[in-house]
């Protein structure tokens, strides 16, 4: 089964800062890679699709690269609201793999 | 608007069985496959089960099967999680989700609030 590693674990940044996560196949996933955004106490919500496609109603600050075995999202300035744990998930296939997390916080 | 209400969450002990349900709303069932993801207190998210939108095919995560089955009624739109021989590391808060399309090849984009179920030893 393809293994599917978030990194870092955890991250502590300011508000309007430019971060960036990553996650990793073990095996390549071509663009089958989503991002969701869990908040705390919150259902998990689609924030990215085709590791690149912004789903609706989801701000312009994040962004999704990748292809492959690589990709990251990047929240391009960070806000209050974005504290949460981001988490990617591949559907080129079953198992239906999550990453572990990123959990984000404010400096 | 699209609506998921997961129901069944329980206490039950060791070796026990649950049914979950979720009922669904606002989208044309038959038309999207579903997945049940769950969360362990403190953890983060697992993929359990996944069927496609005409009930033909489903996938099960390996902790789970021969245990858990998924299934669907699309006379009551309603998703289904019947989870035997429950063990404490099945313990978890179960969400329904709906897939962006026919086929489990897609992303999850509408979730429900989630059902709690815990399994004592």
């Known amino acids: 089964d393809i293994q599917m590693t978030q990194s870092p674990p955890s991250l502590s940044a300011s508000v309007g800062d430019r971060v960036t996560m990553t996650c990793r196949a073990s095996?390549?996933?071509?663009?089958?890679l989503a991002w969701y955004q869990q908040k705390p106490g919150r259902v998990p919500k689609l924030l990215i699709y085709?590791?690149?496609t912004l789903q609706s109603g989801v701000p312009s600050r994040f962004s999704g690269r990748g292809s492959g075995t690589d990709f990251t999202l990047t929240i391009s300035s960070l806000q209050p609201e974005d504290v949460a744990t981001y988490y990617c998930?591949?559907?080129?296939?079953?198992?239906?793999?999550f990453g572990q997390g990123t959990k984000v916080e404010i400096k | 608007e699209v609506q998921l209400l997961e129901s069944g969450g329980n206490l039950v002990q060791s070796g026990g069985s649950l049914r979950l349900s979720c009922d669904s709303s606002?989208?044309?069932?038959?038309?999207?496959?579903m997945t049940w993801v769950r969360q362990a207190p403190g953890q983060g998210l697992e993929w359990v089960s996944t069927?496609?939108?005409?009930?033909?095919?489903?996938d099960h995560a390996d902790s789970v099967k021969g245990r858990f089955t998924v299934s669907r009624d699309s006379s009551k739109n309603t998703l289904y999680l019947q989870m035997n021989n429950l063990r404490a590391g099945d313990t978890a808060v179960y969400y329904c989700?709906?897939?962006?399309?026919?086929?489990?090849?897609?992303?999850?984009?509408?979730w429900g609030l989630g059902t709690l179920v815990t399994v004592s030893s």
């Open positions: 069927i496609s939108g005409s009930g033909g095919n489903t």
């Open positions: 606002g989208f044309t069932f038959t038309s999207y496959a």
């Open positions: 085709a590791a690149s």
């Open positions: 095996q390549g996933i071509s663009d089958y």
């Open positions: 989700s709906k897939h962006r399309d026919r086929s489990g090849y897609s992303p999850l984009d509408y």
């Open positions: 998930q591949k559907y080129n296939s079953a198992p239906w793999t």
